[in-house]
């Protein structure tokens, strides 16, 4: 059964702008879940095996890192909350910045298999990308180069072989190729324009609106936009 926002969003589309702010989950997330990721990864740093060592190493700084940043987003999601859908564009609480609908490409559902289960979110294409750059302050330029990076690898280069010594190392060949697959299609889907990026909506600024909800939103308003585009020519 559709949700009551996707319900609302078909029956009168942004007329009223749908936005998530932090709730209940965001925060439980946050200091239940973020504790764990972190005692798990120091459990793994001390005991003594290589493979787990080398684990509780990555899984340290990284969940750490990751903490810190939805701490952040949090503090400072203010009156514009985590996330907006409104008809001049797309407000993204990670970036903190607004990108209208003529500088947004479609969005589809990112997946991964790892660790015996399937992974995914939702991914969109952001054109014009440079234009956009400016408006980020040093964190989020910092996250934003490295989706700019990730987007613009090369077939079979460094980023590819890394996730495929990753899947190795830890004994997922399913998950090293499943992200190189998800990965080339990022690249496939920006058609070799280099001032296009592929942004992720990730789960933690969407409570509410699931993976299938949020990819139709953003294309029916692609659609429609692009519909009154032709007209007005």
Not at 115 to 120: A, E, Q, R, T, V
Request: net charge positive; charged share 20%; hydrophobic share 45%.
């Amino acid at each position: 059964m559709a949700s009551k926002t996707i319900q609302e969003f078909r029956r009168h589309g942004l007329i009223r702008p749908i936005r998530t702010k932090p709730g209940l989950w965001s925060w439980l997330f946050l200091f239940l879940g973020a504790p764990f990721l972190l005692g798990g990864s120091f459990l793994a740093l001390i005991s003594g095996g290589l493979i787990e060592t080398l684990a509780g190493l990555i899984g340290l700084p990284f969940f750490g890192f990751c903490f810190l940043i939805y701490l952040m987003v949090l503090l400072r999601s203010g009156k514009r909350g985590l996330l907006e859908f409104s008809e001049q564009g797309l407000y993204h609480g990670l970036y903190r910045f607004e990108i209208p609908w003529a500088d947004i490409g479609p969005a589809w559902i990112f997946g991964i298999r790892a660790g015996g289960g399937k992974h995914s979110d939702v991914v969109f294409i952001l054109r014009n990308a440079s234009k956009h750059k400016s408006q980020l302050g040093t964190v989020e330029r910092f996250l934003f180069g490295i989706m700019n990076r990730q987007s613009h690898s090369k077939k079979s280069g460094a980023l590819d072989k890394g996730m495929t010594a990753f899947g190795l190392l830890f004994g997922d060949l399913d998950a090293g190729s499943s992200t190189t697959n998800a990965l080339q299609e990022k690249r496939d889907r920006l058609q070799g324009d280099d001032d296009a990026v592929v942004l992720g909506i990730p789960r933690l600024i969407r409570f509410g609106l699931s993976n299938e909800d949020t990819v139709e939103i953003i294309n029916t308003v692609l659609m429609r936009h692009q519909s009154t585009v032709k007209k007005e020519q």
